[in-house]
């Protein structure tokens, strides 16, 4: 069973920075997918940056340039690196994950995944 910790989140102004990290206890893939999500107030919950064990990566087009997503795999840890924060990227942010092969468009996308964190909040004021 796979367990996920999400932890960095807080509050910042704009222009600044936090970075998240997501531990996952449990996992022993050599195959897998992980992403993050986001989810404010009365929306959907979106992709935002995913990775594949082969170290592939993607982001949604709002936050290129702006985040990286990496993994330590020997800490078992998943980062998102989050510069230039703005007040639209207010959110819930969820780490997830899927012992599976992904495409780098595939890791964007909640359906694939069984395993999720639960949660870490980022609010960005003007």
């Known amino acids: 069973q796979v367990r996920l910790v999400e932890s960095g989140g807080g509050s910042v102004q704009a222009g600044g920075s936090l970075r998240l990290s997501c531990v996952a206890f449990?996992?022993?893939?050599?195959?897998?997918?992980m992403g993050w999500f986001r989810q404010a107030p009365g929306k959907e919950r979106e992709g935002v940056a995913g990775?594949?064990?082969?170290?592939?990566?993607n982001y949604v087009d709002s936050v290129k340039g702006r985040f990286t997503i990496s993994r330590d795999n020997a800490k078992d840890t998943l980062y998102l690196q989050m510069n230039s924060l703005k007040p639209e990227d207010t959110a819930m942010y969820f780490c997830?994950?899927?012992?599976?092969?992904?495409?780098?468009?595939?890791?964007?996308?909640?359906?694939?995944?069984?395993?999720w964190g639960q949660g870490t909040q980022v609010t960005v004021s003007s």
């Open positions: 449990g996992y022993r893939h050599s195959r897998y997918c």
């Open positions: 997830a994950y899927q012992p599976i092969y992904c495409s780098s468009g595939d890791s964007l996308r909640r359906p694939i995944y069984n395993y």
């Open positions: 990775i594949h064990s082969d170290g592939t990566t």
